[in-house]
């Protein structure tokens, strides 16, 4: 059975034709295999495992290894995607007392919101068009964006309310099929 390097230790090793760097800090084991197993990639790993060592004994550890990957972290921000579906979150939960997670047509309208990502008043009626639902979602959809636009333009989130004459798809009458009784 092998030793355990001291709490803090880079080691480097090959591993699948990669320099495997591994160390552990805190009773957690890290593990990142970032360059070739090289003369370079070998150099570029015993360059990051002092950067590493050195991090851990000034207390500038980044436990994500961002830093370490070369990953700049994405700082959280207020996006206009983020707002209007919290938007409509609150709207639904507050205003139709009902459950987004829990109602299939707003459960299924809001991953939409999401998937559509930056709209506003300008850009979502040309969204919904190139979305490929039947008429009876469509209408349906249209019905809670028109309910959860007009709530935007009352609370000043919006200027105009853009589903405002919009017109419904119409859907085609299917004929039944007779049925007969054969039975006598």
Known sequence: MGLKNTN???SLTGWKGRVRMRWRNEGKR?????FSNTKKGLYQAKKLALEIESDLLNDQFDATLYKYKGIQPSQPEESPTKAMVEHFEHWVKHYKQLDSDRNTDYYHLRNTLR???TFNELTVLGMLSREAFGPKTYNNRL??????SKWLVNQGVWSHDPFEGVSRKRMKK???PQSYD???
């Open 143 to 148: 019905g809670i964006l028109r309910n959860f």
């Open 30 to 34: 890290y593990s990142l295999t970032l």
């Open 115 to 117: 998937k559509w990502g």
């Open 174 to 176: 299917t004929v039944k």
């Open 8 to 10: 803090g230790a880079v």
């Open 182 to 184: 054969w039975a006598l």
